[in-house]
């Protein structure tokens, strides 16, 4: 069964032998919106997704299973490469609305708290990854 991303749907084709014809003939089998990610969301979207899916073969299902958990990891993939840029304006934003007198009254001692250990777990991660935290001279510090 051959897998394309066609629009907003996926189509699943079957390719069958036609004596008649002498070549393969492509046949669809399957057809569900593209951002279904699992067979489980599949079968409850729709009933003739889920009639669909039921009547392909063992070995369709599992291609599709597969294909689904192959794209779902590289989604998640892309995600997890623009998270640390996204993050560094983020902890830009977070410096410059601690600076406001609105920021200052959004920061309760709980939420200060879960964002140091926030910030722990990061340097423990960075250093695990081989970032040792940067030697700060004297002319960084001010003094």
């Known amino acids: 069964m051959m897998i394309s ?3 907003l749907r996926i189509l699943g084709i079957r ?30 979207s729709s009933p003739r997704a889920a009639a669909q899916l039921d009547a392909l073969r063992k070995d369709e299902v599992e291609q599709l299973h597969a294909w689904l958990t192959d794209r779902s ?36 001692p709980e939420l200060a708290a879960r964002l140091y250990g926030k ?10 990854n081989g970032h040792a935290r940067p030697k700060i001279s004297d002319k960084q510090k001010g003094g």
């Open 5 to 7: 991303l066609k629009g």
């Open 15 to 44: 390719t069958t032998y036609d004596p008649n014809k002498r070549r393969g003939v492509g046949s669809q089998v399957i057809s569900f919106k593209s951002y279904l990610s699992s067979l489980d969301e599949i079968r409850s």
């Open 73 to 108: 990891e590289q989604r998640n993939n892309a995600s997890l490469r623009s998270t640390l840029p996204i993050l560094e304006r983020q902890l830009d934003l977070s410096l410059s609305a601690l600076e406001t007198e609105s920021g200052k009254q959004g920061l309760t």
């Open 119 to 128: 910030m722990r777990d990061l340097q423990q991660q960075l250093k695990k």
